[in-house]
């Protein structure tokens, strides 16, 4: 439970400004309480005809005397952005590659990105100084997963979307914002304090595929039988727009179709391979899979790589961003 109190003595007619346009901005429900004695308090809703536009609660005609207090107890400062979950942070086991790395607490996109959501972000970006070649990232529809992009697509997507919703790009070049080109793969900087969307780390990604510290150890992203979360090689034929070369017509799913990990993630075992932003070798990392690949590539603990600039039809990306803690 927390609670402001204000310990303050109003006249009839008095006015109370008091600053919560920060408070209202956050998710749940914002209550003034009213006292006369300053021990039996009711609540007075907040509607948006209290808050002047300076974003500042007014009140008038209150009784004398009058007490105040805000109860945001139901308020989550936390809250996941949209479409993210809070991935707790916790430790790899001992048995994963990359060893008993600590993980911090980071937000994780709930599925990979969508063709659609590919498609409105790269809109805005192109409007606004972004370049992609014509050929960069495809779909068959709207909520299936954006494929066809190679890693430095998916950075520059990134930043693109933070600056569409005002956040810092994570991204940089020589300290400007990376936007354009194919520069060399390791002169490009991140910066993790930064709040905008970002690639996961190799461990971040890992750490939320085998369920965080939900884990119950499952082989693949939520249970122990893939075709049960996943789309692969034997269960993603007869897909909408199945590529003709691959057999049976597979290719990507609607994502979220599947069942989810322990973490509520969708799709981290199968439909499409994941860029990490992790270097391995001169290589990038990508994990969990694609719709194309045997039972063995969809672990949670298998690591893939490939070169930055490889776009292929089972490449695609899932979104992090830092929690701010």
Request: proline residues 4%.
């Amino acid at each position: 439970m927390r609670r402001i109190n204000l310990h303050l003595f109003l006249g009839c007619l008095s006015l109370l400004l008091l600053p919560v346009a920060a408070i209202a901005d956050m998710d749940g429900k914002l209550t003034l309480q009213h006292s006369t004695d300053a021990q039996t308090w009711s609540d007075i809703e907040i509607t948006p005809d209290m808050i002047d536009e300076d974003g500042r609660l007014s009140l008038t005609g209150m009784p004398n005397p009058s007490f105040f207090r805000l109860d945001v107890t139901d308020f989550a400062a936390s809250a996941a952005p949209e479409g993210m979950v809070l991935v707790e942070g916790g430790t790899l086991p001992a048995s994963s590659e990359l060893g008993a790395v600590d993980v911090a607490t980071f937000y994780m996109g709930i599925h990979e990105v969508t063709w659609g959501e590919w498609q409105e972000v790269r809109a805005w970006g192109e409007a606004n100084g972004y370049e992609w070649p014509g050929w960069a990232g495809g779909g068959c529809a709207a909520d299936h997963p954006v494929h066809t992009v190679n890693w430095f697509d998916a950075l520059k997507w990134s930043n693109a979307k933070s600056e569409m919703e005002g956040l810092t790009p994570v991204y940089t070049v020589s300290g400007a914002v990376f936007k354009t080109g194919q520069p060399d793969h390791k002169t490009i900087s991140q910066n993790l304090s930064a709040n905008g969307y970002r690639l996961p780390l190799e461990a971040e990604w890992e750490f939320a595929a085998r369920g965080g510290n939900q884990t119950t150890g499952y082989t693949y992203a939520g249970s122990n039988d893939l075709n049960a979360v996943g789309w692969y090689l034997d269960n993603s034929g007869g897909a909408a727009c199945g590529e003709p070369w691959s057999g049976l017509e597979r290719g990507t799913w609607p994502v979220g179709q599947k069942a989810s990990n322990e973490l509520g993630l969708y799709d981290m075992s199968g439909n499409v391979w994941e860029w990490c932003w992790d270097q391995i070798d001169s290589y990038r990392s990508i994990r969990g899979g694609g719709w194309y690949d045997p039972a063995g590539s969809c672990t949670v603990s298998l690591r893939g790589n490939a070169g930055s600039v490889n776009r292929f039809d089972h490449y695609g990306f899932r979104l992090a961003r830092g929690s701010g803690n």
